[in-house]
């Protein structure tokens, strides 16, 4: 429960400095248009007003410029709209700051979910020899992903670190000078990046937060669980990296890209390495020791800052030479700064020459028709990568040889529906000549409701095939499979995604031990919890003593990645969060939560939210709403992915099965609606009261730390909705109706919800929470009401036969508003 003198504190480090700071920014001389600066907070308030008024987004914007702006032409109103955008997004990196600068004064770092509370923990339950036992196997890898949703460029990252530590000393004069600069740098590029522009800016943070993330992370364990011993060899926090090697829907990864992102990361890591020697020889100052250091050192420079092709010294060499120096240390001159020695000597075991593994990532698809060309049993076209799908097997070995073994060792087959499916990228391989055995790790991933179903009786055949069976063997007899929560959620709604990927690993463990397999899931998250997203360690915390679990794996996409591993302070948090709540349920599985009535409750659920769900994907109007109301199609217009946003031919026109999760879900939360992270639920959770199941859902909510996490981050979901934006859209003679059905949906989930967690408002016993979310959306208020008047505008000239020239400004304005209003949510898409 939060308490009041934790919303005092977040009042006092996050509310107030976001009032005097943003007072400091509105009137900042950024530009000479008619004081845009001041006109924000009246457009703030005359959007409040208008919607409480029941007016459209478009009676809102003609309203104030005719009280607040009156006598400017039609050009002059654009060019205000699109500076307003330019301040409101400004905005949402000042409070991202400020918000980042307070992370440790509302975040206890050795509270719930932190290595020393795991410690405390399991001493507390006698099991802290259970516990050092299973961390000697056990890991948490997030995977940094290239999905369209993070746009920051280097620059204003460096800003944003500057800002809040500005803002954290109370520096005034460098927040204003920050201010200043902030206001004038571009936030977004002009051009599409290429996938290894992409990969260049993920290892600012590799670079920036996580090299320092896990060092302390690993003195934190080794203060609070190893103080008796070593630490173990083994990485407890691993990195996985998919740009430049997930080349699902992406024609311009290429193996090329996925050789020159490998150096990259391999320089990056010994960048990281050379400055660590550097500082760790000022101590190193013995004789004979400063020799050894100097050649480290050589050897570093000559890998980081030169980049050759062809380096001789490994990660192997390094760890060599570092317990060379730790023996010496200790045998001539009293163990001094050994301690420091073992710091780097774990960052290696956590890094090896690495730093982030590469995942291969394809589509099954062409990888059945690359198959079949290259077995004369189809032509060949254009637009297939037969060539660059065996130079991408070959690039892994090459990778493996240069980066180490873990650089590169996992392909993934994304819409994995069959035993065929696996054994084709077998075959594939041995065509492209790797080496015998495979030294690659193959993973299926299953997406949709009906692949989630057949995925245990696939693995189950392909334990049994003879030449998989070996391949494993020759794996540790492990195998890793990828669940993607993003696909399952648009393809079979909220609950029923969440509900058929618990019983699919629970199924998947159950085959892969009557084989004898080790199976490890990666899951596919994305920001939201309609992506598998919101509050994730608590979905660890609370698996199933019936699924096995040697590791916590996810995906970290788009602004997640800066929000939960933007600085140190807030990777460390998150990143001891997965690692303590994976391991710990790992020694202390919640047995008495899953009895068989949960289990009963919990499928009528999902069942009742798939049939409902599945009428709405049905409905006549849901492509043509999403096609003609949304944004949807303007994600393909932003300048933020290499990789476009549908699959599929452009000339066939909109097919739900060929839309990509990210723009999919993005759509909806641009309208404020957010209808994936909810919809079903409300009829669910509605059923069940009314067959007086209320006492048991509640009882459920209570008991059920997935139950629990599932309601509240569905909460979460309405509590970024605003269904008013869209109110107008009740009296559309063709779309009223469909908007009625997410309306009387987005109600029915709120009332149950409610009622279910005994609570009087959406998020009470998460007020810090809620009270961040109400700022961010109370900031983007105006912008998404600009971009609910640019639709609207848009659709109005569109009838009239308008000149082009006036709608394509307008087009940007709603392509330009996207970028704000994603950043505002934090995990919007």
Known sequence: ???????????????????????????????????????????????????????????????????????????????????????????????????????????????????????????????????????????????????????????????????????????????????????????????????????????????????????????????????????????????????????????????????????????????????????????LTFKNIEDQISRIEQQLYIGGFTNPEQYDYSAEQLLTDLKCIKTDLINDHQSLFVDQVDALIRQVHSFGFHFAALDIRQDSRVLTAVHAVLNNTRENSDDLPVKDTLASMQAMHQIQQSNGKPGCQRYIISNCQSVAHVKTVMNLMHQADLPKPLPVDIVPLFETIEDLRTAPNIMATLYQDSEYSAHLSNRNKQQTIMLGFSDGTKDGGYIAANWAILKAKEALSEVAEEHNIKVIFFDGRGGPPARGGGETHQFYASLSPHIQNHATQLTIQGQTISSNFGNPDTAQYNLEQLLSAGVFNAINPPTEAWHDDAYSLLQQLADISFDYYQAFKKHPDFVPYLEQISTLKYYGQTNISSRPTKRGDDKAGLVFEDLRAIPFVGAWSQLKQNVLGYYGVGTALQQLIDDNRLADLQQLYTNSGFFKTLMDNCMMSLAKSYMPLTAYLEQDPRFGDFWRLIKDEFERSRECLLAVSQQTELLANQKRRNASIQIRENIVLPLLTIQQYALQTIEQLKKQNADPKVIQTHENMVTRSLYGNINASRNAV
């Open 1 to 283: 429960m939060t308490t009041l003198s934790e919303m005092d504190t977040f009042h006092r480090t996050v509310i107030n400095k976001f009032q005097i700071y943003n007072s400091l920014f509105l009137n900042l001389p950024f530009d000479q248009v008619h004081q845009v600066g001041v006109l924000l907070p009246l457009l703030n308030q005359h959007c409040q007003k208008g919607y409480h008024k029941q007016q459209s987004p478009k009676q809102i914007i003609e309203d104030f410029f005719d009280h607040h702006v009156p006598g400017q032409t039609g050009e002059q109103r654009i060019a205000v709209l699109f500076k307003l955008i330019q301040y409101i997004e400004r905005q949402i990196v000042l409070f991202d700051a400020i918000e980042e600068a307070a992370f440790t004064d509302n975040h206890a770092l050795d509270g719930p979910g932190s290595v020393p509370m795991l410690a405390q923990r399991s001493t507390f339950l006698h099991k802290t020899a259970e516990l050092k036992e299973k961390l000697k196997r056990y890991h948490a890898r997030i995977v940094l992903t290239a999905h369209p949703t993070q746009f920051y460029p280097g620059p204003v990252l460096g800003i944003i670190t500057e800002l809040s530590q500005a803002i954290k000393d109370n520096n005034l004069g460098d927040i204003e000078m920050l201010l200043q600069q902030l206001g004038k740098t571009p936030l977004y590029s002009k051009q599409k990046p290429t996938p290894f522009e992409e990969a260049v800016s993920l290892t600012w943070y590799l670079e920036n937060v996580l090299y320092k993330a896990v060092q302390d992370i690993n003195k934190r364990l080794e203060n609070n669980l190893y103080s008796d011993g070593e630490l173990p060899g083994n990485a407890f926090i691993e990195v996985g990296f998919w740009p430049g090697g997930d080349r699902d829907g992406n024609p311009f990864v290429t193996a090329e890209t996925t050789v020159k992102v490998a150096r990259r990361l391999r320089s990056s890591i010994l960048k990281c390495y050379y400055r660590h020697v550097r500082h760790l020889k000022r101590r």
